[in-house]
Structures are given as C-alpha cells and as structure tokens.
C-alpha cells in the first residue's frame, strides 16, 4: 500500500460520506474547524492529510477513522 493509494481512498470517502449526508464542502469545513479550500484540496488528493485531520473528518462524518482509510 502506497500513500498515494491511501490518499486516494482518503479523499474518496470523505466525498461519499459529505455527499450522502448532503454536506457542502463549506458547510463541511466549519464543522470540522478548516478552510473550505483545506477541504477541497484533500477530496482532490492536492494535500496529505495528517492524523488529527483525518480523526477529525471521521468525527464530523460519524465514523471511525479507519472507514475512511479503507
């Protein structure tokens, strides 16, 4: 496993999940305390997000963090 494939995963879930819950990506940012930019850049594989972001997502989208790395 790669990180790239990770990131990948990553930003595809937190896609599925914000969308299934009908969350835009602002709405999405200031619940989880970043810019909507940060957001957009991690469901564009543009930024490596580090554990606690990702902790955080899982938080805000109700699931653990590992649902979103798989």
């Known amino acids: 496993m790669d990180d ?3 990131r990948h995963r990553f930003a595809k879930n937190v896609r599925r999940l914000r969308r299934a819950n009908d969350i ?3 709405a999405f940012a ?3 305390g970043v810019h ?3 957001v957009s850049d991690i ?6 997000p580090s554990i606690t972001v990702v902790d ?3 938080k805000a989208l ?3 963090p590992g649902s979103l790395l798989d």
């Open 62 to 64: 109700g699931v653990t």
């Open 24 to 26: 835009s990506q602002d």
């Open 36 to 38: 909507r930019t940060y």
């Open 56 to 58: 955080q997502f899982a």
């Open 4 to 6: 790239e494939d990770i």
């Open 43 to 48: 469901e564009r594989v543009k930024r490596n």
């Open 30 to 32: 200031d619940m989880v």
